[in-house]
């Protein structure tokens, strides 16, 4: 049973950095696409980054987070996925969502391409 629990979410200021991290267990990591989405109040969960360990880390990101936000992954013997977020804006409130697929797909930003979540972890920037 794969299992991803969030953490590092909190109160920051604008232009603050934040690192989200993603303990996964009961995966083979190394084969897994793991993604990270967000959610903020009353819209729909959204795409933010995925990373694919092909050959060498593959990674790819929303037009909101490029440039800004970096996508990482450990080895398979610490299975952590991080999302280094950098310049926060208000806009980027929201809780965010580690997710892990087994199988490849081309829309690794759909959230319906993903088996497993984690229970989310909040991220308020306040202006």
């Known amino acids: 049973q794969v299992r991803l629990v969030e ?7 604008a232009g603050d950095s934040l690192r989200l991290s993603c303990a996964a267990s009961g995966l083979i990591f190394d084969t897994y696409r793991m993604g990270w989405f967000r959610q903020a109040p009353g819209k729909e969960r959204e795409f933010v980054a995925a990373i694919i360990r092909g050959n060498g880390n593959v990674t790819y990101y929303s037009d909101t987070a490029k440039g800004r936000f970096t996508i990482s992954r450990e080895n398979a013997q610490n299975t952590v996925v991080y999302l280094q977020m950098n310049s926060l804006k208000p806009a980027d409130t929201a809780v965010y969502y580690c997710a892990a697929a087994q199988y490849y797909s081309r829309n690794y930003h759909l959230t ?14 306040s202006s």
């Open 7 to 13: 953490s590092g979410g909190r109160l920051v200021q």
């Open 112 to 125: 319906n391409q993903y088996d497993s979540w984690g229970q989310g972890t909040q991220v308020t920037v």
